[in-house]
Structures are given as C-alpha cells and as structure tokens.
C-alpha cells in the first residue's frame, strides 16, 4: 500500500506502532534486531547545540559537516553494537538500563513516497548503583517502506541540553 492510499490517521498509527516497537528493541538490548529498522544508507546523526542570542538562533544547531557529537553511517552503528558483545566495551559491562519514552509524533508525506516523522524523547539510563543519566530532545526522521516495511533513512537527534554531563554516550537514541 503507498502512502497516497492511506488515511493520515493510518499513517500516523503505524509510524507510532513502529517507534513503540523500536523502544523495546533498544530497552530489552536487543541492538541487532533494531539495527534492522535502518536502511543500508542511513545517516544516524546528532548535532551539537549551542548558547546563542535570540538574533543567531539560526546557527543554535551545528550542521552537518560542523563539529557534531556524533554522525555514523549503518557500518559505524554496526561497529558499536559488535563492539559491545567483545567484553572491551567496559563502560557498558555490566550493561546499562535503559527506558525510551517516544512521544508527540507528527508525521508529514513526502513527495518521493518517504514520510518525514517527528518525535519528542526521554531517554532515562541506569548503571551499576549510581549512575544515572536522563536525556530529553527531538528526532526528526526520513522513514521509507523497505519490503513494506519502515526504514529509518536519515535520523537527526536533537538534545535539549548543550553540555552532556554523562560519562559517555553508550547508548542509542
């Protein structure tokens, strides 16, 4: 079914249905699986934010090419899940929990056949007793239908806050 033949209520359903599914993938650490959702050309991207004035809010989010907190292509989020099953991953072993809140989707169709999604996050990480971690941000998504199945193509992940205080960023968003 294209998306010309679907409701907008239809199509903001199953987009809602599919980020629910992405969460338990990532929250039961099943990363091989949620690796799936990608496309083979993904672009997985999250920009730095900056302090700016009111008058420079333009250049309040780094662009690609900037320096960014991170930008991975399929093979670079491949390395980092096999990275975590070779016991060199210390930071992550014993593993994090994790609990993914995906919340305000907006979904908007695409002349090309994709959809561009846009979702609001809580992102809470736990590890060993103390450490604890909460990012809140946005996604903005290009999702395409891949064997009549989503595909993330392109993600950009934008956290509210401009200083990350954790010790790492070993988790996905």
Known sequence: MTISEVSTKDLWYDINHFYIQEAW?????????????FTEDVFYFIPRRKNVYRKDLSREITK???????????????????????GMAWAEDPPSRTRHII???????????EVKAKTAFLLYKSHLEYDQDLYAGM????LR?????????RRTIV?????????????FF
Not at 71 to 82: C, G, H, T, V
Not at 107 to 113: C, F, I, S, T
Not at 139 to 142: H, P, Q, T, V
Not at 145 to 153: H, Y
């Open 25 to 37: 993938l990532l929250d039961e650490r099943k990363f091989k699986q949620w690796l799936n959702i």
């Open 64 to 86: 690609y090419g900037d320096l960014a907190i991170l930008e991975e292509s399929k093979r670079d989020l491949q390395m980092r899940i096999a990275r975590l099953d070779t």
């Open 103 to 113: 919340a305000n989707l907006v979904v908007e169709p695409l002349e090309n056949g």
């Open 139 to 142: 996604r903005e998504d290009i």
């Open 145 to 153: 239908q891949v064997d009549g199945e989503w595909k993330v193509s």
């Open 159 to 171: 956290l509210d806050a401009n200083v990350l205080l954790t010790k790492n960023v070993s988790v």
